[in-house]
């Protein structure tokens, strides 16, 4: 596998950088350590720019190659998750109820070591701009960069991402060029009704048969409203309502999530959970609120940038590692929001077998980082070459 030699040589700084950060974790917008950190080693390096504070806690550095270009961007992000690390490992997570459940921790070595070669030698026309973004677990913390005028400040022409993907052989690069994750949006469905003695059903309306009701229908929009082909997942993850046995209640709620691909099958659910919670308040006379909130838009690589992406992995781990047309995952990510900005791409990178990410046994494999950290040289090195 022809990692570049000198990512090779300090691999084991890399392995250093990682366990400390997944030792460290911290949550969403709260990165202070991590971004001190982060900011230490790229002035260790000898970056050009180092930009603090972008979406409270996030960075972006600039390091300059040979001659007038474009800039090209590279993003990592950097935060953890609400989880309690299970396995006791020399470096396991310092802070109860949280850990780097995900690899964020890993994503942000990678890109450290590319910053560090990329610092070194400079084999490039133009300038990379090194993101390295709080907040991708919930908070949104991508579009809050974008937001900040992170894509015009420093004239990003195209960005690139990764993800490790447990699983999948240590090395493969998989993804497609198009949607490759799902919208992620929530919705909560509020039902107030007429309590009263449970023996005299006749005297309330019951919002828990309310909530039944609508919990089956919810159902048939995947499997009623939308075609076989058109990927969509609902999952109602929420009911809630009563106290004791022998009152019927006041109040019901349903929530749960909504994954889709497209705009149009997204629109079409929207429309058929207004039309089930007012045909669910005619039927039963109770008052039926929905409150349906967006969250993340689907992950859109653009072909283009997709495929000069897929030509630079192979040229990483050959051509039997690289997966193209793998199917969309229904999970997200708010690097879509930067892929609305500008150009590029989000590819996975295989991290070997072992228990998949958001699980309080996962941990990021080091062995994969001077994979990521070649991979991301390489998109820049071969997108904005020297003049000869």
């Known amino acids: 596998m022809p990692i570049i030699n000198r990512i090779a040589e ?67 992000d950097m935060d953890a998750l609400p989880i309690q690390e299970l396995p006791d490992r020399p470096y396991k997570s310092g802070i109860d109820g949280k850990m780097h459940a995900c690899g964020h921790d890993g994503h942000t070595t990678m890109l450290l070591g590319a910053a560090r070669y990329l610092a070194e030698t400079r084999n490039f026309s133009g ?9 991708e677990e919930g908070g949104a913390g991508g579009k809050v960069m974008c937001d900040e005028g992170m ?30 994750l799902a919208a992620a949006d929530t919705f ?22 309310v909530a039944m009701q609508i919990v089956q229908a919810i159902q048939t929009i995947s499997s009623r409203n939308v075609p076989a082909l058109d990927n969509l997942v609902i999952s ?16 019901a709620f349903v929530g749960g999530t909504v994954r889709t691909l497209k705009k149009e099958i997204q629109a079409v659910v929207v429309a058929r959970l207004k039309a089930i919670c007012a045909g669910a308040e005619a039927s039963f006379g109770a008052t039926v609120a929905l409150d349906f909130e967006y969250g993340y838009p689907p992950t859109v690589n653009h072909p283009a940038e997709t495929g000069f992406a897929f030509a630079v ?7 039997e590692k690289v997966l193209d047309d793998c199917p969309p995952i229904m999970a997200s990510e708010d690097f879509a929001y930067m892929l609305e900005a500008r150009p590029g791409a989000y590819l996975m990178i295989g991290q070997g077998e072992g228990p998949t990410v958001h699980h309080p046994e996962y941990d990021f494999n080091d062995e994969i980082s001077p994979i990521g950290a070649s991979y991301f040289v390489k998109l820049v090195e071969t997108a904005q070459p020297l003049e000869s």
């Open 151 to 180: 894509m015009d400040k420093f004239a990003i022409a195209q960005v690139y991402g990764v993800h490790n993907a447990p699983g999948f052989p240590v090395g493969m690069f998989l993804g497609n060029s198009g949607p490759v």
């Open 236 to 251: 109602v993850t929420q009911v809630h309502a009563g106290t004791v046995d022998n009152i019927i209640p006041q109040t």
């Open 10 to 76: 300090f691999h084991g700084d890399m392995k250093e950088w990682r366990q400390h950060l997944h030792a460290h974790p911290e949550l969403q917008f709260d990165c202070h350590q991590t971004a001190a950190f982060v900011a230490a080693r790229l002035r260790e390096f000898g970056v050009d720019e180092i930009h603090e504070g972008i979406a409270q806690t996030g960075i972006v550095a600039i390091v300059n190659g040979q001659g007038d270009g474009p800039t090209i961007g590279l993003r990592a």
């Open 313 to 319: 992995a192979e040229g990483i781990s050959g051509g």
């Open 127 to 135: 300038r990379v701009a090194l993101i390295f973004q709080p907040a």
């Open 188 to 209: 909560r469905i509020d039902i107030t009704g007429q309590g009263g003695h449970a023996a005299e059903p006749e005297n309330t309306i019951d919002p828990v048969q």
